[in-house]
């Protein structure tokens, strides 16, 4: 069973930068699709980027294109997401997930196997 631990949340100004990382386990990561979601406070969860396991294309939402990278770390198993430029409205628990359709990666009605979270505050 393939099971995913997220890390690297935390409190950052407006403007700066976190990294983001999501361990997998239980599989190796080169062979699934899987991506990064994101819930606001009071907010329907989002797609934020992912990336094909067939393409190796990716995608990012409208939202955090340009600021955030997302990365498979094939030798360590763990998907990155390094987010620039951190605006306010980026707050929200952000949770990896596989995607059981490649090239609707960023819906999250395609998402299958779920971490447990972990919590990104932009503030000043």
């Known amino acids: 069973q393939v099971q995913l631990v997220e890390s690297g949340g935390g409190l950052v100004h407006p403007g700066g930068s976190l990294v983001l990382s999501c361990v997998v386990s239980?599989?190796?990561?080169?062979?699934?699709?899987i991506g990064w979601f994101r819930q606001a406070p009071g907010k329907e969860r989002e797609g934020v980027s992912c990336?094909?396991?067939?393409?190796?294309?990716?995608y990012y939402s409208a939202s955090v294109k340009d600021r955030f990278t997302i990365t498979k770390d094939i030798a360590n198993n763990t998907l990155i997401l390094k987010m620039n430029s951190l605006k306010p409205e980026d707050t929200a628990v952000y949770s990896c997930?596989?995607?059981?359709?490649?090239?609707?990666?960023?819906?999250?009605?395609?998402?299958?196997?779920w971490g447990q979270g972990t919590q990104v505050t932009v503030s000043s």
């Open positions: 990336v094909s396991s067939s393409t190796g294309r990716r």
């Open positions: 997930a596989t995607v059981r359709v490649s090239s609707s990666c960023l819906e999250v009605r395609f998402a299958d196997i």
């Open positions: 239980g599989g190796p990561l080169e062979l699934y699709t």
